[in-house]
């Protein structure tokens, strides 16, 4: 692995290229220097890029496409205004600026790398900003850890949520875990929460963002009580575990792991075509797979059929189903595959 700085475990075969910079756009550019200089140097069998850089065989964008991110401005907001003027930030962003005119260059090149997309959403995004042949595009799927991710994996530890967050056992979790919480639609889950009439129905909160306007808008609708915020949780098995369905209503996700998390734990979700998870999933099956992320009357329907518990309980068996498919090892597998057809090329 070849990185500027590393978290957690080092392993014997990292590269650390050290830089510095004023700005983000600075450090990105002596990165892409010194990695230039080191693949010179080093032979490597394959060159599998996270980020822009000039040379590699496979571009793996996990934040998604950095041009459709100029173009977009990231899609966070509901109205125009705000979305015209995220996009005239996002212009003014040196180092985003940047990332779009390397992978530009890199995409549209002589010899463009296999671009790895998290879904077919995202491989839409891909073939509309870049004419790339086919066989230049590959789909990896996001993965779970099942073991870490098992509903029955922990006999014996489930830590009482609803009762440290005052929850009653005969209220309907729905639960939402998110750390961007205007982009993934907390406001239209909000809204749509004050629509549902069953008051059984309680909207769980889980994310370290400020929920203060949020809190308001909640209370605005005289609905207060019926949203939770837990803020911020390194390890969310016991949401999950206690969550009754998931609830995610994203304007743009290449892949939500979170939504993938909650199918592995037999929760089903209410989603977006915005969201390259559901990919997995069958709209009415494992949940719901909304058209349009800003139709809050729509997901206070989702969310009303939802209360029914054995509609639940036939959605969570579903859900389970799914496990097989969302694991590392298919993941692993997938992906050496696609190795192995690059190496082949390479030939």
Not at 42 to 60: E, F, G, N, Q, S
Not at 95 to 106: D, I, N, Q
Request: with cysteine; aromatic share 6%.
């Amino acid at each position: 692995m070849i990185a500027t700085t590393f978290g957690g475990e080092r392993h014997v075969d990292d590269v650390q290229l050290a830089v510095s910079g004023a700005t983000r756009a600075g450090k990105y550019s002596r990165f892409i220097e010194k990695l230039s200089k080191h693949l010179d140097e080093t032979k490597y069998d394959i060159v599998h890029a996270m980020l822009p850089v000039p040379r590699c065989d496979v571009y793996h964008p996990h934040a998604g496409i950095a041009v459709e991110a100029v173009e977009s401005g990231h899609l966070k907001h509901a109205s125009a205004v705000k979305q015209a003027l995220s996009k005239v930030a996002t212009r003014l962003n040196a180092g985003r600026m940047k990332f779009a005119a390397v992978e530009r260059e890199l995409l549209t090149g002589e010899r463009p790398p296999v671009v790895l997309c998290l879904s077919e959403y995202i491989k839409g995004v891909v073939r509309k900003q870049y004419d790339l042949p086919e066989g230049k595009l590959a789909t990896l799927f996001n993965a779970v850890d099942l073991r870490k991710f098992d509903p029955e994996g922990r006999p014996g530890s489930l830590k009482d949520v609803r009762r440290r967050l005052g929850i009653g056992e005969d209220r309907v979790v729905a639960l939402m875990i998110a750390q961007d919480f205007a982009r993934k639609g907390l406001m239209e889950a909000i809204e749509a929460l004050a629509l549902v009439k069953d008051e059984r129905l309680v909207l769980l909160v889980v994310g370290k963002q400020q929920p203060d306007k949020y809190q308001d808008r909640a209370r605005r609708l005289k609905g207060g009580d019926r949203v939770v915020f837990a803020g911020g949780t390194k390890d969310p098995w016991a949401f999950y575990r206690e969550a009754d369905f998931f609830v995610l209503p994203t304007r743009h996700d290449p892949c939500s792991l979170v939504v993938l998390e909650a199918l592995a734990m037999g929760v089903p979700v209410i989603s977006t075509v915005f969201n390259g998870a559901c990919e997995i999933m069958r709209d009415g099956r494992e949940g719901f797979v909304l058209k349009d992320p800003g139709d809050v009357a729509l997901l206070a329907v989702a969310m009303s059929k939802l209360m029914d518990g054995d509609f639940r309980a036939g959605m969570s068996r579903a859900c389970l189903e799914l496990r097989p498919a969302l694991a590392y090892e298919k993941h692993v597998e997938r992906l050496m595959q696609i190795y192995g057809s690059v190496i082949e090329g390479k030939a």
